[in-house]
């Protein structure tokens, strides 16, 4: 009928929903088996998936582009190739930085690690940079001597040849031998050489001049700024020796003649200066004007532990290094070569000589320091280089221990005596002096004991426990034996350092008696540390090798012909009636009353000197030291 609802309704989407949820749940209980979730149920959390799914995806993209952005925006230290190629060469523009630490032994290193760890209370297996950076050794002995001296050493470091102790960059026959310094300049690199000594000294010289034998400084003086065949070789000259280079009319000139290299310099065009002010000011500039000459005090720079009370006179290693690398830097930017110097850290080798443990570990730590700014400018600078840095010899025959009484020893040694220490015996030693010329020479012994006590050993020293016997060796001092030896003794026996020699010589057995037991002066025929910045810089010298190969590496590694410069240097002799070559531009080839002979290339014999003695007043110690 019209308007009539069928009896039988179609079913709606939800009922029929129902109807299969609770057949489902029907079904379920008949079987056991739980009911499966509905299909909106499923599509439902489908969703919730998805969209946690995508959250996360875009969470992660935003991260990683925000992290892509930052490291693309911080700057990072490229990878240093050393300027090595591929193919295990040398290529590109490149610089050589070659340090020295003349005197400077194994147990040099040993010692201020010790005491570094001491005064700063450190962990033990802290270390210093120099320790960080070990990658092999070096045989030193010269053709004259199992022991080298510093002028052979640096010989073999120069022109890559070994020659007898107190040549010059000169061979056994007298002849000169080019030097990789000379062959740089040669090449088109810039030079420099920086040290704590006078510049003057053996090893500096060894790079720039060419002398018969060490002692020649007033004609090296001439040479390092051009007086020489070659003509100028070195753009850079830092350190002390001002006094070789002023008149012997002036009161701080040490020259035998009156000849002043230092207007020499300026008329050849260096740029000369002479004290700290002008030192600072050339630090804070812009540019340096090369060449330059900087002679910063009359002899050498005092050592680092006297030093540290007068920075307002006298710049540090480090100091005068940073001027240095960075004036070469500069000159160089324009160029397609870079530049090689030689920096050495001198008065740890006179450390030594004075068998001075507290002068020695504060040396040593100045050096550390330098080769700490060298690695820093390596860092930074956009040319590639290296850092290699060796040891001529070992001075002293330092030991950390000694043997004071007869009875077996204890195994200490204690580096809280050096941290009392504010002076070295070379500068308490030249207090006294003073003292003994003045009010000194009208006191009696009474009196200048009681100055020594508490003038120089209680506050220079911190020695409080000085006996009598040792103040009265110090009042009866002579000069062939100075009260600074026995300074320095008097902190070393506290201390329980050891030294076997004052100077250069075979490493032997400690003398551990009164003072007046100990013999000479010598260096040490010992193997010595060789450094780099990185192994792979330098790899030709890793392990044990002869001296005269790292003078080699540096050759191969600028790609300089030393033997070039040999031969240009040999036709600037002068033909005798003999035919033979006569290089009168070097000096004489031995030192008034002394004969070498065959001693320049054979060892010496044994001449039954086995008695202890002191050196004669009036001999030269050959150590390179002022006494």
Request: overall charge negative.
């Amino acid at each position: 009928m019209a308007g009539e609802e069928p009896l039988l309704r179609p079913s709606s989407p939800q009922s029929s929903t129902r109807s299969q949820e609770r057949e489902e749940e029907e079904d379920a209980l008949l079987t056991g088996r739980p009911a499966s979730r509905s299909s909106r149920s499923q599509s439902f959390w489908r969703q919730v998936c998805l969209f946690t799914w995508a959250m996360l995806a875009t969470i992660a993209v935003i991260i990683i582009a925000v992290v892509y952005q930052h490291e693309q925006s911080v700057p990072h230290a490229r990878q240093r190739t050393g300027g090595w190629g591929p193919g295990g060469k040398p290529t590109g523009k490149r610089n050589m930085i070659f340090m020295v630490s003349d005197g400077m032994g194994p147990t040099s290193l040993s010692l201020t690690r010790s005491f570094t760890q001491y005064t700063q209370g450190l962990p033990w297996d802290e270390t210093l940079i120099l320790d960080q950076h070990l990658i092999g050794s070096s045989r030193t002995r010269s053709t004259s001597s199992l022991i080298t001296d510093s002028a052979a050493g640096a010989t073999a470091f120069s022109c890559g040849i070994k020659s007898y102790n107190g040549a010059i960059s000169v061979l056994p026959d007298h002849s000169p031998c080019g030097t990789v310094l000379e062959a740089a300049k040669k090449a088109g690199y810039m030079t420099g050489l920086v040290v704590t000594t006078r510049i003057t000294d053996a090893t500096p010289a060894c790079f720039a001049s060419h002398a018969n034998r060490r002692e020649y400084e007033d004609l090296i003086a001439e040479q390092l700024i051009g007086k020489s065949p070659l003509g100028k070789q070195v753009d850079l000259l830092v350190g002390g020796g001002r006094c070789h280079f002023l008149p012997n009319t002036t009161s701080e000139s040490c020259r035998a003649d009156s000849k002043d290299v230092v207007q020499m310099a300026k008329d050849s065009g260096f740029n000369y200066i002479d004290n700290r002010g002008d030192f600072d000011a050339l630090t804070s500039s812009s540019s340096v004007k090369l060449p330059l000459l900087a002679l910063l005090a009359r002899t050498d720079i005092p050592y680092e532990i006297d030093r540290v009370h007068a920075t307002d006179i006298y710049p540090s290693e480090a100091e005068m290094a940073t001027l240095a690398l960075r004036a070469l830097s500069a000159a160089t930017q324009d160029s397609d070569k870079g530049f090689f110097i030689m920096i050495e850290g001198s008065r740890i080798d006179h450390a030594g000589h004075a068998n001075d443990p507290a002068a020695q570990v504060h040396e040593v730590l100045a050096h550390d320091s330098a080769f700490a700014a060298a690695l820093d400018f390596l860092d930074k600078e956009e040319t590639e280089g290296i850092l290699v840095s060796t040891s001529d010899h070992e001075t002293g025959g330092l030991s950390t221990a000694r043997q004071l009484h007869k009875e077996y020893p204890i195994y200490k040694w204690y580096p809280g005596v050096l941290a009392n220490a504010s002076q070295s015996s070379e500068f308490i030693g030249a207090e006294f002096g003073k003292y003994l010329k003045g009010d000194g020479q009208y006191h009696d012994r009474y009196q200048k004991r009681a100055y020594i006590r508490e003038k120089l050993l209680e506050p220079m020293l911190g020695i409080k426990d000085a006996s009598d016997e040792e103040v009265n060796s110090l009042i009866e001092a002579e000069a062939i034996w100075p009260p600074a030896y026995i300074f320095a003794d008097m902190i070393s026996r506290r201390a329980q350092i050891g030294w076997s020699t004052h100077g250069h010589s075979g490493k032997s057995e400690n003398i551990h008696d009164h003072v007046d037991a100990l013999a000479d002066k010598n260096h040490i025929a010992l193997d010595v540390n060789i450094y780099a910045s990185s192994p792979s810089h330098a790899p030709p010298l890793v392990g044990n090798h002869e001296n005269t190969d790292v003078g080699k590496f540096i050759a191969d590694y600028l790609d300089v012909d030393i033997d070039a410069i040999t031969a240009e240097l040999k036709k600037k002799g002068v033909k005798t009636s003999s035919g033979d070559q006569n290089y009168t531009w070097m000096g004489p080839p031995t030192l008034p009353g002394k004969e070498d002979g065959d001693s320049l290339v054979t060892l010496d014999s044994y001449h039954g000197d086995f008695k202890l003695r002191k050196r004669a007043a009036d001999e030269d110690c050959g150590c390179g030291m002022k006494h």
